[in-house]
């Protein structure tokens, strides 16, 4: 069993900062792709940045120079440094992961979501 549980979220004023944590645990051998999406209220969720094993990042263009993805390979753990929030930016955030387990082929494992509200 796999388990991504996220922390960080919470109220901020216009432009804030906020950082997001999600630490992956259980039986797993690896991970691959890690990231983050987020769903607006009334909204579709939507990627908002995803890092590979090895580092590369991308992001969605409405969050570019604004948000940093890293991750912790070590400790199973993706960041999202989030810098210059907008009201827009309002959302629950999910955390996802590629996840190679101990027992068998790879996965798409997500958190339960954090709440993330920009409003002054």
């Known amino acids: 069993q796999v388990q991504l549980v996220e922390s960080g979220g919470g109220l901020v004023q216009p432009g804030g900062s906020l950082r997001l944590s999600c630490t992956a645990s259980?039986?797993?051998?690896?991970?691959?792709?890690m990231g983050w999406y987020r769903q607006p209220p009334g909204k579709q969720r939507e990627l908002v940045a995803a890092?590979?094993?090895?580092?590369?990042?991308n992001y969605a263009d409405s969050v570019k120079g604004r948000f940093a993805i890293s991750r912790d390979n070590a400790k199973n753990t993706v960041y999202l440094q989030m810098n210059s929030l907008k009201p827009e930016d309002t959302a629950v955030y999910y955390c996802?992961?590629?996840?190679?387990?101990?027992?068998?082929?790879?996965?798409?494992?997500w958190g339960q979501g954090t709440q993330v509200t920009v409003s002054s």
């Open positions: 996802h992961a590629e996840v190679v387990p101990v027992w068998g082929p790879s996965f798409a494992s």
């Open positions: 259980g039986s797993i051998r690896s991970i691959s792709g």
């Open positions: 890092i590979t094993s090895r580092g590369s990042t």
